[in-house]
């Protein structure tokens, strides 16, 4: 059997919940993958453009793909109080955000689609790495940025300040958790090996969950700058029971954010089924 090609980033949550499938400390069904990381925009683009048989995504570009993937039940980043955080240099009130010049971790990213609901009449936006956002806001390169993954814990201490919580912002209007990514399966592959990838794709989840400090060398690897009290932080952020399994809740997350996409015209119709079916 050929190599599963598996595409995910280098952010702590995910190589923590990726660790033990892709260095077989779990039973893996005979699978091997062929692993590609990067950051989560540029694997954004290699999904929109078919590259991978499995991959880290934001669930924006995952609009952009239904076609040709499904979501796993297992593997995906949603939460209460963990979104993306729109900051600045300066006292900016959310009503005086349209006007701004500001900096996004990517067009495809679960952030941007957020802000585009929350701000559909924001023109001016500039796609930076997710990394360097702070230092553009700092350098006055934009009046505000997008901020995402560990960079919520260091904002501050470089004297920036918090304009929007856009996950204060949607459990305020939903009372939903946030859907930020998740784990996309082609629909390419027999239907026995998406589900045996989401079977292990658990296991390996329930591992890390049982002994975290199992996978901190491959974290520390690609999180040479974190220190590991932010490290841990980060995973507690964004890995918790929904990363284990969807379930109803997590379903009925990602559905409202496409529904409410899809009426401001910021989406097409999704007309096909989008989840992983329920092994029979």
Request: hydrophobic share 40%.
């Amino acid at each position: 059997m050929k190599k599963i090609t598996l595409g995910f980033s280098t952010c702590p949550n995910d190589t923590f919940i990726f660790d033990a499938m892709v260095h077989k400390k779990i039973d893996t069904e005979g699978l091997d993958f062929d692993i590609i990381m990067g950051d989560v925009e540029e694997l954004n683009h290699k999904a929109i453009n078919n590259e991978l048989d499995v991959t880290k995504i934001s669930y924006y570009a995952y609009s952009k793909i239904f076609q040709k993937y499904l979501i796993l039940d297992s593997g995906s980043a949603l939460g209460y109080k963990n979104g993306p955080l729109l900051i600045s240099k300066f006292k900016i009130y959310p009503d005086e955000v349209n006007d701004l010049k500001i900096a996004i971790p990517g067009f495809n990213t679960t952030a941007n689609l957020l802000f585009s609901i929350a701000y559909p009449k924001v023109g001016n936006k500039i796609e930076y790495l997710f990394s360097d956002i702070e230092e553009a806001v700092l350098s006055n390169e934009v009046d505000a940025g997008l901020i995402i993954h560990e960079n919520r814990f260091t904002y501050e201490k470089k004297g920036l300040r918090k304009i929007v919580d856009f996950g204060e912002y949607w459990e305020k209007e939903t009372g939903l958790p946030i859907p930020l990514g998740g784990i996309a399966v082609n629909r390419g592959l027999d239907e026995e090996i998406r589900h045996k990838i989401n079977r292990i794709l658990k296991r390996s989840i329930e591992f890390a969950f049982e002994d975290p400090k199992s996978a901190y060398p491959f974290i520390k690897q690609y999180a040479q700058e974190m220190e590991e009290e932010i490290i841990y932080k980060h995973i507690e952020l964004y890995v918790n029971e929904f990363t284990k399994d969807l379930g109803k809740a997590g379903r009925k997350a990602i559905n409202e954010l496409y529904k409410r996409a899809i009426s401001l015209g910021i989406l097409p119709e999704i007309n096909q089924e989008i989840f992983l079916s329920e092994k029979i």
